[in-house]
């Protein structure tokens, strides 16, 4: 349960928001308290379409997001919903999925690694992470899987 | 605390270890003074998989007492003056270099030691490839060399590879089928890595980050050597900055002036000196001893140290292939096309070797992320991304031709006296440019580029405007016959300072178009006899 008081923080995140940031001048969603870590896995299951998730690279990549207002509060609207979603709550849904792939996301600006052997990309591409053993002697001669 | 020993040897690379190992198992009292401290391959391993940018340096320290050049940054730790920023890099730890070296492993071709003779450019180096073929074969089984016996390499062999070879990465052989019937022959790559257990260093195991490092050591590395010359006796020093030679009134150097972290000072006292501090800091070692005796540096009465800096500039071309090549796995090159790197034309360019990459596009475009964000940005979500990036990252071929540079003098790395390190020692200021006889090979390298892309049906097709380093530092401290032209004799020692020897790429007269390192491990253990046969 979110106190009061984180409700009334991010009320205000919103009002110092830019306009252009409000969901077309709906009213905030009613969970508008900081997104919790298990909110924010649920989103991004939804977003990755993959249902296991590191929690501990979940708890980064939240902080991330929460590290900046706008962020915050356009991962408020898509705890709620992403259906009809507005161009910035798809920004932070591509944001977001990019983190999740490359194991790299950014707070204050700056890029900072997450993971490197979590990163989805690799599983994507049916590798290991680079500088981990991938399998057995001359694999790699063998056409692609 | 002093050293004194019979060969005090500066630099723990591949020539300084080998070297080190050889004379330690012969009996001699041998010290290596390395600049830079021991890294641990595990701490290497996790500082290489948190670093943010994952460029050569990244798993490495870079101390302030030992700074070191980084691959993304040119005036990191260089002082550049030239046309072309010099942009190849060095490590300074125990093993050195071949820490992050790609790990091939050829030969020279014969030409190459005769380019003055047979083309009327650059100049002949004192021995033939005759006179370094058994050396070759001994460099090739200490290094541990896997290759085909097959593959037509322009260098004739009186011995077999020591280890099978590793197989062609899938999309070498795709590369090669589609070829096949073209002048361009996919050549399999001989490659200092382990294709089954050898010298008790496991078979690769396909991690894909030879460069920067491999988890597993089956690619070759100095530790290896370093390691063997300390359990036939040798003592290795790390965090010992050589910063002059001191050369007595007979022309003898009597010692090394080292300094400490912490800016203390001591001498290393020794019978024979070696150094084999690689083509920037030995040549700078050399140039900041000068004296009023030897106001032009130590080994210099030639003038020649330092000078005839050359790389192998390198070019970037990338496509994507029509099928899936599997790419991203397993030794980051395992072909090459390689008969270009010797012919009649030597007198009009320069000879070159194409590397095929294994790496898709991460070298020049920074994938695979880059291509997660451009199918994110097109809307692509869960399982068709993944599709489409697996997709994608398969069939990203990277072609590099790297192209062998002309020895010039105006091309050369003196000690700058005004730009200090952290502990006071001059930081090497560099002049560099890349002249027509190396840009007309880079074009027919891009030339044959697109022969590969049009044969593989390749699209997306690019071509980076500017060349890039390999890397490959040579030239600066050249062997020759005549004292006059050139830094060390055949046998790689000082025409001035009878026990004085330099090892290292800096003492090739010209570069060829071969990766340095086994001709680099050939050199040093051959010196070995003549370095022996110096102790007085």
New interface residues.
């Given amino acids: 349960m979110a106190s009061l008081t984180r409700r009334a923080l991010l009320w205000s995140a919103v009002w110092l928001a830019p306009a252009a940031h409000l969901r077309a001048f709906a009213p905030p969603p009613s969970a508008a308290a900081p997104t919790s870590l298990d909110e924010f896995l649920e989103v991004s299951q939804r977003l990755l379409g993959r249902s296991k998730l590191d929690r501990e690279l979940a708890q980064i990549y939240l902080d991330a997001v929460l590290s900046n207002a706008d962020d915050a509060v356009q991962l408020a609207y898509l705890v709620e919903s992403n259906a009809n979603p507005t161009p910035e709550m798809k920004a932070l849904a591509s944001t977001i999925i990019e983190w999740w792939y490359t194991g790299v996301c950014t707070i204050n600006g700056a890029p900072r690694l997450a993971t490197h052997t979590g990163a989805l990309m690799w599983s994507a591409l049916g590798i290991t992470a680079p500088g981990t053993c991938a399998g057995p002697f001359g694999a790699w001669s063998h056409p692609p899987v | 605390m002093p050293w004194s020993a019979d060969i005090v040897i500066v630099g723990s690379g591949v020539a300084g270890s080998l070297a080190a190992a050889r004379l330690a198992g012969a009996g001699l009292k041998v010290v290596i003074l390395e600049a830079g401290p021991r890294v641990q391959r595990a701490s290497a391993?996790a500082q290489?998989?948190?670093?943010?940018i994952?460029i050569p340096e990244a798993p490495y320290p870079d101390t302030p007492y030992a700074p070191h050049p980084k691959s993304d940054d040119p005036d990191h730790y260089y002082l550049q003056d030239g046309n072309n920023k010099f942009g190849s890099t060095y490590l300074r730890q125990v093993g050195g270099t071949t820490w992050h070296w790609l790990g091939t492993a050829l030969r020279f071709v014969p030409d190459d030691f005769r380019l003055r003779s047979r083309f009327g450019v650059g100049i002949d180096w004192p021995i033939s490839y005759d006179d370094l073929e058994p050396w070759y074969c001994e460099a090739e089984r200490e290094l541990g060399v896997a290759g085909d016996p097959n593959a037509d390499l322009n260098a004739p062999r009186s011995q077999p590879y020591p280890l099978p070879p590793?197989?062609?990465?899938?999309a070498d052989?795709r590369t090669a089928a589609s070829l096949k019937g073209s002048t361009h022959s996919v050549q399999p790559t001989p490659q200092a890595r382990n294709?089954?257990r050898y010298d008790n260093r496991p078979?690769?195991?396909?991690?894909?980050?030879c460069i920067p490092?491999c988890?597993?050591q089956a690619k070759y590395d100095a530790t290896t050597h370093v390691a063997r010359a300390e359990r036939a006796g040798a003592q290795v020093v790390a965090d010992a900055v050589v910063t002059s030679v001191e050369v007595g009134a007979d022309g003898r150097v009597t010692a090394l002036i080292v300094k400490r972290p912490d800016g203390s000072e001591d001498r290393a006292t020794g019978k024979v000196f070696v150094i084999a501090a690689h083509g920037i800091e030995t040549p700078k070692l050399l140039l900041q001893s000068r004296t009023d005796r030897l106001p032009a540096g130590v080994a210099n009465s030639s003038d020649q140290v330092g000078r005839n800096l050359m790389d192998h500039p390198a070019q970037l071309n990338w496509a994507l292939a029509a099928e899936?090549?599997?790419v991203?796995?397993?030794?980051l090159a395992?072909a090459g096309i390689e008969w270009t790197r010797a012919g009649d034309w030597r007198s009009e360019h320069a000879a070159f070797r194409i590397q095929l990459d294994?790496?898709g596009w991460a070298w020049p475009a920074g994938a695979?992320?880059t291509t997660?964000?451009d199918l994110?940005?097109k809307g692509l979500?869960?399982?068709e991304?993944?599709r489409a990036?697996?997709d994608h990252?398969?069939r990203e071929i990277l072609i590099v031709p790297l192209v062998e540079q002309l020895p010039l003098a105006a091309n050369r790395i003196v000690p700058d006296f005004d730009r200090r390190d952290a502990i006071g020692v001059p930081r090497p200021r560099i002049t560099y440019a890349i002249d027509d006889y190396s840009k007309r090979a880079l074009e027919h390298g891009r030339r044959i580029f697109r022969e590969i892309a049009a044969a593989l049906k390749a699209t997306d097709i690019h071509e980076a405007p500017d060349v890039v380093s390999s890397s490959h530092v040579m030239g600066t401290y050249r062997m020759g016959s005549d004292p006059r032209q050139s830094v060390v004799n055949r046998d790689q020692q000082s025409h001035d300072h009878p026990n004085l020897f330099l090892l290292g790429s800096g003492v090739f007269p010209t570069s060829a178009a071969s990766n340095p390192t086994l001709t680099i491990a050939a050199l040093a253990l051959r010196a070995v006899s003549a370095i022996q046969r110096s102790i007085l």
């Fill in positions: 391993l290489y998989r948190e670093a943010l994952k590793i197989p062609l990465s899938y052989q294709s089954e078979a690769c195991c396909g991690s894909a980050s490092i988890p597993v899936p090549l599997g991203y796995r397993g030794p395992t294994n790496a695979p992320g997660v964000r994110i940005g979500r869960g399982a991304l993944d990036l697996a990252s398969s």
